[in-house]
């Protein structure tokens, strides 16, 4: 008997130290029961049938996928947990953890312990963080019938619509979208083979150094602080003077190089003159074009010249220049052209009608009407007024031009001027009304 009783009293004891162990292990309760929560939920109120439902709130968004990410190890942990085998449990211990099987929610969780003034706060509300969140809440909740503005997405706006790539920008300035000016050829002069050239390098101070260097056949110059030769034809003193800063920088001689260049010769542009002058030949251009008069006067034209034959290289045409005439004598010549200064030809006009001496004259440039009529003894009678001016176009026919000769003698009208060729009638028949 004594025996049995140890036994009995050994089985009870070994119960009651599993008992509670079980217990701690399945029935510990840190924070409410789903079923508490639901209960202390306040019930919501049903939307209206024409009421449209909350816009979602971002802060909800934002939990709830914060949530769904945290769920994501935990449902991993669960279900490495099913593949292990649970150690036997006494019938205590079975009937304390049988409520965590069933199909009702497990009322433990990791939230800590709530304290006993904290109310109880509904599973998915939102988290209150400062006053200006708290009062966003209060306004959504607020205006629950009318959908809650799309946010404003700056990624999905569309982008602005390229500028064209010949678009002048607003704020340009009219100069800035102005076409560059037309550099006239008589203020420019582009280097050629012969011409002799001053390249002086600032950076270097020896005095021994050489600065004139002759440009080559093909337009070629042989500088010696370049590896190669450098075509330098057709570009103008400040053109070959950035090719070599940019050539030196290139090859690293200088940092900051400094080059000047000028021309001390000048020999690949020339124009041939001949003809009525004192002092026939080839005459140097220092530009690339220069007016007639500079040619004419350095080669010292004759006193029987009058006329200038320009034969153009460019283009080959003929031009013909009166020596008289100011505007023909700012001709352009340019290199290449040949000039020849001949004698003036004999030009005439015509006079008929009731004059002292009618006929064939000698044309002077620059003579007028009245000039014309008393070079022919004027006009024989005082009531002879009416003078009629045939002039030849350059098709050949004649254009009349009626004058009356008193209102010209009073001032009336100018008297014009007359050109080789012109036929005059002088007529006593009454002037015609314009």
Same mark, same amino acid.
């Given at each position: 008997m004594?025996?049995?009783?140890?036994?009995?009293?050994?089985?009870?004891?070994?119960?009651?130290? /599993?008992? %509670?162990? &079980?217990?701690?292990?399945?029935?510990?309760?840190?924070? %409410? $029961? /789903?079923?508490?929560? &639901?209960?202390? &939920? #306040?019930?919501?109120? @049903?939307?209206?049938r024409d009421e449209k439902p909350p816009a979602p709130n971002a802060n909800d968004a934002k939990k709830e996928a914060k949530g769904s990410s945290s769920e994501k190890p935990r449902a991993a942990a669960k279900e490495q947990g099913k593949g292990r085998e649970s150690a036997p449990l006494s019938n205590t211990t079975a009937s304390t953890v049988a409520p965590a099987l069933t199909n009702k929610p497990s009322s433990t969780s990791d939230a800590p312990p709530k304290s006993a003034g904290e109310p109880n706060v509904p599973v998915g509300s939102p988290v209150k963080t400062s006053a200006g969140a708290e009062g966003a809440n209060d306004t959504a909740k607020g205006n629950n019938s009318q959908p809650a503005p799309p946010p404003n997405n700056n990624s999905m706006a569309p982008p602005p619509a390229p500028r064209p790539a010949n678009a002048t920008p607003a704020n340009a300035s009219p100069a800035a979208a102005s076409p560059a000016a037309v550099v006239s050829p008589a203020s420019i002069y582009r280097i050629g083979t012969g011409d002799v050239l001053d390249i002086r390098l600032l950076n270097a101070q020896d005095p021994r150094q050489n600065t004139l260097y002759t440009v080559v056949a093909g337009g070629v110059l042989d500088y010696p602080l370049l590896k190669d030769p450098l075509t330098v034809a057709g570009m103008t003193t400040d053109e070959l003077s950035a090719q070599l800063i940019a050539e030196l920088r290139h090859r690293n001689v200088y940092d900051k190089p400094q080059v000047r260049v000028g021309v001390r010769e000048y020999a690949s542009h020339a124009v041939l003159i001949s003809g009525l002058v004192s002092d026939p030949g080839t005459k140097i251009l220092r530009r690339e074009a220069i007016p007639l008069y500079v040619v004419?006067?350095?080669?010292?034209?004759?006193?029987?010249?009058?006329?200038?034959? +320009? +034969?153009?290289?460019?283009?080959?045409?003929?031009?013909?220049?009166?020596?008289?005439?100011?505007?023909?004598?700012?001709?352009?010549?340019?290199?290449?052209?040949?000039?020849?200064? $001949?004698?003036? #030809?004999?030009?005439?006009?015509?006079?008929?009608?009731?004059?002292?001496?009618?006929? @064939?004259?000698?044309?002077?440039?620059?003579? $007028?009407?009245?000039?014309?009529?008393?070079?022919?003894?004027? /006009?024989?009678? %005082?009531?002879? /007024?009416?003078?009629r001016v045939l002039r030849a176009g350059p098709d050949g026919r004649l254009s009349p031009t009626e004058y009356n000769l008193r209102e010209i003698e009073n001032g009336g009208v100018p008297d014009p001027q007359l050109q080789p060729g012109d036929r005059i009638e002088v007529s006593g028949a009454p002037v015609k009304k314009k």
């Open positions: 004594k025996k049995f009783f140890y036994a009995a009293a050994a089985a009870l004891a070994l119960c009651g130290m /599993a008992g %509670p162990d &079980a217990r701690a292990q399945a029935g510990v309760r840190v924070g %409410p $029961t /789903a079923d508490d929560v &639901a209960a202390e &939920a #306040p019930a919501q109120p @049903q939307p209206k004419v006067a350095e080669a010292q034209p004759k006193p029987e010249a009058g006329r200038a034959v +320009i +034969i153009s290289h460019a283009t080959g045409k003929v031009i013909n220049v009166d020596l008289n005439d100011a505007a023909g004598l700012n001709t352009l010549v340019m290199t290449g052209d040949v000039v020849t200064l $001949t004698a003036r #030809p004999p030009e005439f006009y015509y006079v008929g009608g009731e004059v002292g001496a009618p006929g @064939q004259k000698d044309f002077h440039s620059g003579i $007028t009407l009245t000039q014309a009529l008393l070079a022919s003894g004027g /006009a024989t009678r %005082p009531e002879a /007024a009416r003078v």
